[in-house]
């Protein structure tokens, strides 16, 4: 079962914030995001492992409620070189390594 | 950090006719995937490739169409045979990588265009 990913688009200006969301209907071991720019291969920005785990680097971070099944990504600050298609993968926990892809938030940050 | 590497980068092929992509990583892993990205769409596992075994391919996906070589933990082929313009895809293997082997990272991709 695919997870479904909201908003399916977002268009920000410079400094803005936003909000992906991924929810799966099945019981989740793992959430894997990634951004892709056009023509280019996916880029892993993060996974979370645990139930209520929050990670991030500099402006961009993540949390998953293991009991939800869902996981967010937040960008804050937002700047040009974040625009592209936002990817949530997931994995079961009997599914060691696969992963299930959301269908996709693409984000366009403008000036 | 694990290198992954694709060949070839892209192709155009003729349609009935097969190719085979090579992905390459710079240190041995157990488990290498192979997915498929449709135009504008999101990506989808075909396979596992595991050293020593054979693929396990996942629903809608069988050996026959896309069969897959695992010589070795850092080496792995998928092979797209008689191939239709509905096989125009990028194909990109991944692997895991890090202390814990939970990240999974991509390589670059091939892009194919079958007339």
């Known amino acids: 079962q695919q997870p479904v990913q909201s908003p399916q688009a977002v268009i920000l200006r410079e400094g803005e914030d936003a909000v992906i969301n991924c929810s799966s209907s099945?019981?989740?071991?793992?959430v894997h995001w990634y951004r892709q720019k056009h023509g280019e291969a996916p880029v892993f920005l993060m996974i979370?492992?645990?139930?209520?785990e929050q990670k991030g680097h500099e402006k961009i971070s993540a949390s998953f409620n293991e009991k939800k099944q869902q996981s967010s990504l937040y960008l804050t600050a937002s700047q040009l070189s974040y625009s592209g298609t936002y990817f949530c993968?997931?994995?079961?926990?009997?599914?060691?390594?696969?992963?299930?892809f959301g269908q996709g938030t693409i984000l366009t940050v403008h000036p | 950090s694990a290198v992954i590497s694709q060949k070839p980068s892209r192709d155009i092929c003729q349609r009935g006719t097969s190719l085979t992509i090579q992905c390459q990583v710079d240190?041995?892993?157990?488990?290498m995937f192979w997915y498929r990205q449709q135009p504008g769409q999101s990506l989808t596992l075909i396979a596992t490739?595991?050293?020593?075994?054979?693929?396990?391919?996942e629903s809608g996906f069988v050996i026959d169409k896309f069969p897959i070589s695992r010589p070795n933990l850092t080496f792995s082929t998928l092979t797209v045979s008689n191939m239709s313009p509905e096989d125009s895809s990028i194909y990109l293997c991944?692997?895991?990588?890090?202390?814990?082997?939970?990240?999974?990272?991509f390589g670059p991709g091939t892009r194919l265009t079958v007339l």
């Open positions: 979370l492992l645990k139930g209520g």
């Open positions: 240190s041995q892993v157990t488990m």
């Open positions: 991944s692997a895991p990588r890090g202390a814990s082997y939970n990240e999974q990272f």
């Open positions: 993968g997931t994995e079961g926990g009997t599914s060691y390594g696969k992963l299930t």
């Open positions: 099945k019981a989740l071991y793992s």
């Open positions: 490739a595991n050293q020593g075994s054979e693929a396990t391919y």
